[in-house]
């Protein structure tokens, strides 16, 4: 039995539904599993099982306290025709490496993987919890996260889904996206203002007792999508193990053989996914930890000292502009013994002074990382040299990781083979993908998607090119000092 302990060691060990219910721990510490489980089958004996089966056994391993029928149902639910593959997430073979496509979800990027299923964990988990309030999620989004929690919790019922974004601050299509979503539990809001703003905004709802007090009268209780919540973190270890059963069956490696993982990094959630693989014995040896011009973790790595004290850099690569990657809590709490008041101490230091140094233990610790970044003009010209080479196109994001691998590759003797995650479909970044490789930028962002298939004979995955056709259905634009009212609005 498995259960979940704060990171800040302040709090009782709870069930995966508990701790999935609640998101965040209440000392502000993430919950993370009490023992890392070993691998339940080898990845020999996951051989011809589908993308649904896989994710059941693996997550099977970590939320013990759910039946192996309420997974099932979870799996099914989520890894549905919604994706575009009935292999989910397919591993596509090109010169140097491996690319694991983690964007044939319902937005067209990695986020789907772990919200598409968070919204049957959690229906479940209300459930075994025996909790009968009906649950809102609020979210403030700077693109990406905002829809794939849109479209993952549409019509579940039991749950409201209220995201916020910034009226100026995201992409035409990442904006139209959202504005479409269909559902009865849908309520979407711009704000007057930044991401920074928004998020803040609903920082200070969740905040606030009082309004707490007055929903739970309604017997509603605010939750979040965000990838602290546990129930994001457990289905994407599922995946790399998928990708290892299938470069076996493709006869690419040997059974035990060990691949590296080169992940392009923002909150640290994806790769940190890869490392509990690698603890639960999938055979991996490195893990790259790819960074664009926010290069934090990169020097993280390399020196063990965690510095927030510079400047924020807006990139091509968005969903990674990132100075805190909050994940990385979990894995410290795990390389430091499950040392809560060591963590808590540092997580004050990144708080109050804007960094901490981890030591030289941590630091020793960290070896199975290599640390690197890629500024866009190196990471660009890698997604341009891949294009004309390999005739294989990959978004801005997996750039970055592709770039970092590369430099990898220069400076290491290690040639063992690897497995790049891909986090988006180059049409969701479409802007710098055609400017990337040449191809004329249109007038508005639809317009260069339609350029950029006709120049690349590639097809945009469905649910964007699909966009500019639905009707808006969302209007509502409001001042960021209105955010509580909005929620009180959509919910009471
Ligand atoms: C969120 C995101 C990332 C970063 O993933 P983390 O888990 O936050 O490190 C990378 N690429 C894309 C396209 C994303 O949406």
Request: net charge negative; charged share 25%; glycine share 8%.
């Amino acid at each position: 039995m498995i259960r979940y302990v704060s990171t800040r060691g302040n709090e009782e060990k709870i069930t995966s539904s508990a701790a999935i219910i609640r998101g965040l721990a209440p000392d502000r510490g993430l919950y993370v599993p009490d023992s890392i489980p070993f691998l339940p089958r080898s990845p020999k004996d996951l051989a011809d099982m589908s993308y649904k089966d896989v994710a059941k056994i693996v997550m099977g391993a970590y939320l013990t306290d759910f039946t192996d029928d309420e997974l099932a149902v979870c799996a099914d639910k989520a890894y549905d025709s919604k994706f575009d593959t009935y292999t989910i997430a397919p591993v596509v073979k090109t010169e140097k490496g491996f690319f694991l496509e983690l964007w044939h979800g319902s937005t067209a990027a990695f986020k789907d993987m772990a919200l598409s299923i968070l919204p049957w964990l959690l229906k479940t988990a209300l459930k075994k919890e025996g909790e009968d309030k009906k649950i809102a999620i609020l979210t403030a989004t700077s693109g990406d996260t905002g829809k794939a929690a849109l479209s993952g919790f549409a019509d579940v019922t039991g749950t409201e889904i209220i995201v916020f974004y910034p009226k100026d601050g995201v992409s035409l299509v990442q904006e139209r996206q959202m504005v479409t979503q269909t559902g009865k539990n849908v309520h979407v809001y711009g704000i007057h203002g930044n991401f920074d703003e928004a998020q803040t905004g609903v920082k200070n709802v969740f905040n606030d007792t009082k309004f707490a007090e007055k929903l739970a009268g309604k017997n509603i209780r605010l939750s979040s999508a965000n990838s602290i919540n546990i129930g994001r973190l457990v289905p994407q270890a599922a995946y790399y193990i998928n990708a290892y059963k299938t470069l076996l069956e493709n006869g690419d490696i040997r059974d035990s053989e060990k691949i590296n993982i080169c992940v392009p990094t923002g909150n640290f959630g994806n790769i940190l996914a890869a490392w509990y693989a690698k603890q639960m014995g999938l055979p991996v040896g490195r893990l790259i930890c790819a960074s664009n011009e926010n290069n934090v973790l990169t020097d993280f790595i390399n020196t063990g000292v965690y510095d927030r004290r510079r400047e924020f850099v807006l990139t091509t690569s968005p969903s990674m502009d990132i100075l805190v990657s909050s994940n990385l809590e979990r894995l410290l709490y795990h390389i430091s013994g499950s040392d809560s008041e060591r963590v808590g101490g540092l997580m004050t230091g990144l708080e109050e002074e804007g960094f901490y140094d981890a030591g030289s233990a941590a630091k020793g610790a960290l070896k199975d990382f290599y640390g690197g970044c890629a500024e866009m003009s190196v990471s660009h010209k890698a997604l341009a040299k891949l294009w004309q080479e390999d005739r294989y196109l990959i978004d801005t994001h997996t750039a970055v990781a592709y770039a970092v691998y590369l430099e990898y590759l220069a400076k290491s003797e290690d040639r063992t083979k690897t497995l790049i995650a891909s986090t988006a479909s180059p049409f969701k970044f479409a802007g710098s993908v055609a400017s990337a490789i040449g191809v004329k930028i249109g007038e508005d962002e639809f317009q260069t998607i339609r350029n950029l298939q006709k120049d690349t004979g590639l097809r945009a995955p469905k649910p964007l090119s699909g966009l500019e056709a639905l009707p808006v259905l969302h209007e509502n634009v409001i001042d960021k000092a209105d955010i509580e009212s909005a929620v009180a609005g959509s919910l009471l």
